[in-house]
């Protein structure tokens, strides 16, 4: 066993506990309401291994808003997208439209941001504490032994001292990324405190600004040395996700280039952290949102992943044109192409649209073609496939092709070719062994010493006085 395996046992008891009642604590705070026109479930009944369990779903209230996001940080809910995708949605803070900026020539990735290992890796948010560790292995048996690779929670964005990584809240991530030297950590990290309590963009603007000066620096380098200390400094760090939305204090709408200067001085903090090997993952919501999300991007130096959320909303948009719209996956894949990053899909899942197992089935052959660094499917209702029973066709699909999966995708579903392999029947072989010393051989024939696996011979010493 390796020494940093070793330690992370150890630590193991001592931190399960603290944990278990860190979540608890996390989960009651304040700034977690769920946001209007959002179902969600608070927390998802334990499941079996081999049927996905029932959620008990709390009545969705009425919705004026086309655009809304689930508040919760541990259960997330990308931003809607506008019931129209060529149709902008008026942001709270007017900007002017902007086509997404392209290199005129592809730059290429540092080494220190290309992954270990060229397989896609996969996993699922199950939840933000110890459970969610718990769940990674039950889901991995319903999946008939799938390695799931990817852990993936959320800090909280109530108050700082959440953002910089609660005691014992951590710990048991960090050990069961510790077990495998192939898994990955990755966990979204809030740029702002009352993160979703709905702070005007007037403020915002002026925390952004704070932010881009310096003053919030000390809360990011805390986080950054508890996660070195942790022994898991090599830990993907979703920043300030759906900054393209209208629900975050950390959103970039009302000033956008204070959030790529407070961005900048976030990554720069982190990394001048000795021992750290973070990668920092930019991670829109799909389409334009409240601002398009290309006028955030804060440039190559300090994004290693290009990200996006991407789940099956709004109602009646088909996956093609969840492919085609503007700042959609599409546009998504060949941004992050022309910058030489690798993408990823930290959230992604069903949602206005039902149990559509079109949706899931194209959206996994999506992944396969285009091969993302992670994915990472948000796993309860209404999104999810194995905690949420409303969803059974989609859960079949989602069962039926990740089922047994390691490292290698499945092959993008394509039209079937039929080939006529010659059928002959294989000439058994005698096998090739040495004879024992003093030891005779008898000659059987071929084929029945193919059948007996070897010749037979008779010990010439059997009778010896030695013996």
């Given at each position: ?60 209230p009425a919705a004026a808003d086309p655009v809304s996001e689930d508040a919760d940080p541990f259960a997330p809910v990308p931003s809607a997208t506008p019931a129209a995708p060529v149709t902008p949605v008026t942001p709270a803070v007017p900007v002017a439209p902007e086509t997404p900026a392209e290199s005129p020539t592809p730059v290429p990735a540092s080494p220190s941001t290309l992954p270990a290992k060229v ?317 024992p010393v003093n030891c005779t051989p008898m000659d059987l024939g071929d084929w029945v010493e193919y059948w007996l696996g070897g010749k037979l011979c008779i010990r010439l010493d059997w009778w010896s006085r030695n013996r």
């Amino acid at each position: 066993m390796a020494p940093q395996q070793r330690r992370a046992r150890s630590r193991r008891l001592a931190v399960v506990a603290a944990a278990v009642a860190a979540s608890a604590a996390l989960a009651s705070g304040p700034g977690f309401a769920a946001g209007a026109g959002v179902v969600r479930v608070a927390d998802p009944p334990a499941p079996t291994p081999t049927v996905p369990a029932p959620a008990v779903v709390q009545p969705a209230p009425a919705a004026a808003d086309p655009v809304s996001e689930d508040a919760d940080p541990f259960a997330p809910v990308p931003s809607a997208t506008p019931a129209a995708p060529v149709t902008p949605v008026t942001p709270a803070v007017p900007v002017a439209p902007e086509t997404p900026a392209e290199s005129p020539t592809p730059v290429p990735a540092s080494p220190s941001t290309l992954p270990a290992k060229v397989a896609p890796a996969f996993g699922a948010y199950l939840d933000y504490g110890a459970r969610g560790v718990a769940r990674i292995a039950e889901l991995s048996d319903w999946l008939g032994g799938a390695e799931l690779r990817v852990g993936h929670t959320y800090l909280p964005g109530d108050r700082w001292r959440n953002i910089e990584g609660p005691p014992g809240f951590l710990d048991v991530w960090a050990d069961w990324r510790l077990e495998k030297d192939d898994r990955m950590l990755v966990l979204n990290v809030p740029m702002m405190e009352r993160n979703e309590e709905g702070v005007s963009d007037a403020e915002v603007r002026g925390l952004l600004r704070q932010g881009a000066a310096g003053e919030f620096d000390h809360h990011f380098r805390a986080l950054a040395e508890r996660l070195v200390a942790l022994e898991v400094p090599d830990t993907v760090i979703v920043l300030g996700w759906e900054m393209n939305g209208i629900t975050y204090t950390h959103r970039c709408g009302p000033d956008p280039e204070a959030w790529k200067m407070y961005w900048n001085r976030i990554v720069s903090t982190m990394r001048s952290v000795p021992g750290q090997k973070f990668r920092f993952d930019f991670t829109p919501t799909r389409g334009r949102d409240a601002v398009p999300w290309t006028r955030c991007y804060p440039g190559d130096d300090t994004v290693d992943i290009v990200g996006m959320d991407s789940y099956d909303q709004p109602t009646g948009l088909s996956f093609d044109e969840q492919v085609k719209e503007p700042y959609g996956l599409q546009e998504h894949v060949e941004f992050a192409k022309a910058h030489g990053k690798p993408i990823s899909y930290p959230e992604w899942g069903l949602f206005r649209n039902g149990d559509n197992a079109e949706y899931m089935r194209r959206m996994l052959a999506w992944m396969d073609e285009h091969k993302p660094l992670y994915n990472t499917v948000t796993d309860y209702c209404p999104h999810g496939v194995w905690q949420c029973g409303q969803n059974p066709q989609s859960s079949a699909v989602y069962r039926s092709l990740l089922s047994g999966r390691t490292d290698e995708p499945s092959p993008t579903p394509t039209a079937p070719t039929t080939t006529t392999e010659p059928t002959t029947e294989p000439t058994p072989q005698p096998p090739t062994t040495e004879t024992p010393v003093n030891c005779t051989p008898m000659d059987l024939g071929d084929w029945v010493e193919y059948w007996l696996g070897g010749k037979l011979c008779i010990r010439l010493d059997w009778w010896s006085r030695n013996r």
